[in-house]
């Protein structure tokens, strides 16, 4: 069946866009449908019908995502779409949506033109991909990638609250059997997922779509600087201990690190300082920050060099320093094979792909330990995301759902160990 019979409805697309928006946290800007509210629920409520409408076979697993289905040929691993409806707070009405409407729409497109793929087609739209209150992002594609951790659901809020209590009593998910939401390998053939790229290179470039080759790594850092609390008055200069003027030192020092060795970011986003009076020399400061890269390699170096830098900027001020990694996540790189058929399905539209890495973490990486995995980014506005003022234009949201549908039968075709 020639793909060019498939009619790709712009209209019916951003109407859907329109509505899911819609379901929204009113008290907050922008768009506000955060995993654990009770908006939230209702946005898995609406897509699940959405998908019932559009002809799939609907059921909501036991780690809250929402799983649509279209029957193949043949029975058997399933080539798999989707990505996310929650948001962030005060965000915007593209992340996530796009992949998981997007994928409807080329659903209704192939079934309208009569054409069945070999493989079942799944499309998933995943519970809470956003890095929630717990300081856990991928919640429902982990739980099916199988990355999921029994201790995860031990994590705490702010308030005490246990992420397994939150499940419980604000996402009417089971803790006991969220596990239980697991895919075996043999489940998935592939995945793809369209996602806008929520950063300026496409646009930059004057490119419709990306071909994306890789998640980066993400490391988080806490650097923890002990001096001397003193009269900000009566203490000479050369007789501190300034904790927060080492760990200044130190977050210059990390920005420079990332410039020297180019193919990484760092940042330093958090600053704590005690006791925190303008006439008290800083006893105690302590930064949080991250690190992404496409290389594992870069992420290691950073990571001693971030050390020496920590120890040469506590040494000079008699200050003691601490550096802990709490949470390294090895990046995603898309295999080659993945690369091409996705590349070649983006070609077919007419369009030519940018290769692109994702510095942002997606639900991609955690089907990637299933199967072979891989995603298209299409033009964020301006680089903006996260906030209310994220945009897509509709001619690229078209380019992304028409290649994304390339994509899926494109997959449908080529053995998964041939994709591996
Ligand atoms: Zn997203």
């Not at 908006?39 to 799983?67: F, P, Y």
């Not at 001020?317 to 295999?335: K, N």
Request: charged share 20%.
């Amino acid at each position: 069946m020639a793909l060019e019979a498939l009619e790709i409805s712009g209209e019916r697309l951003s109407d859907e866009l329109d509505t899911l928006s819609g379901i929204t946290d009113d008290s907050r800007p922008g768009w506000t449908r955060t995993a654990f509210s009770d908006v939230e629920r209702d946005g898995r409520q609406w897509l699940a019908s959405r998908m019932r409408d559009a002809g799939l076979e609907v059921r909501q697993d036991s780690a809250g995502n929402v799983i649509g289905t279209l029957s193949g040929r043949h029975t058997g691993p399933a080539v798999v779409t989707g990505s996310h409806i929650d948001t962030v707070d005060s965000g915007g009405r593209y992340d996530g949506m796009v992949g998981v409407l997007g994928a409807l729409e080329a659903v209704k497109a192939m079934r309208e033109a009569g054409m069945t793929l070999d493989h079942p087609l799944r499309v998933v739209g995943f519970f809470g991909e956003e890095a929630n209150e717990f300081g856990l992002a991928h919640f429902g594609s982990r739980a099916i990638g199988g990355t999921l951790l029994p201790q995860h659901l031990e994590l705490r809020n702010s308030e005490g609250v246990s992420l397994a209590a939150a499940l419980q009593a604000r996402a009417g998910i089971d803790p006991q059997a969220c596990m239980k939401a697991r895919w075996a390998r043999l489940e998935a053939h592939a995945y793809v997922e369209l996602h806008i790229e929520q950063g300026p290179l496409l646009e930059d470039h004057k490119r419709s779509i990306g071909l994306v080759t890789g998640i980066a790594g993400a490391q988080r850092f806490t650097a923890s600087f002990s001096g001397r609390p003193d009269h900000a008055g009566n203490t000479p200069l050369n007789r501190r201990s300034d904790a927060l003027c080492a760990a200044a030192e130190l977050t210059v020092s990390i920005e420079q690190i990332a410039r020297d060795h180019p193919d990484g970011v760092a940042t330093v986003g958090v600053i704590k300082v005690s006791p925190g009076a303008s006439n008290v020399v800083p006893g105690h400061a302590e930064l949080l920050g991250d690190m992404r890269s496409l290389y594992s390699l870069w992420l290691k170096d950073r990571r001693d060099e971030t050390l020496r830098a920590a120890q040469a900027a506590g040494a000079s001020r008699g200050v003691q320093v601490s550096i802990a990694w709490p949470s390294i996540t090895d990046p995603t790189l898309f295999t080659e094979p993945m690369q091409r058929v996705i590349g070649e399905a983006i070609t077919a539209t007419g369009h030519d792909p940018m290769p692109i890495t994702s510095g942002a973490g997606h639900d991609a990486q955690e089907m990637a330990a299933i199967c072979p995995a891989g995603m298209i980014f299409i033009p964020s506005h301006d680089g903006r995301s996260h906030c209310p003022q994220e945009h897509t234009d509709a001619s690229d949201l078209l380019v992304g759902v028409r290649a994304l549908a390339e994509a899926l039968v494109a997959l449908d075709k080529v053995d998964k160990a041939d994709l591996a």
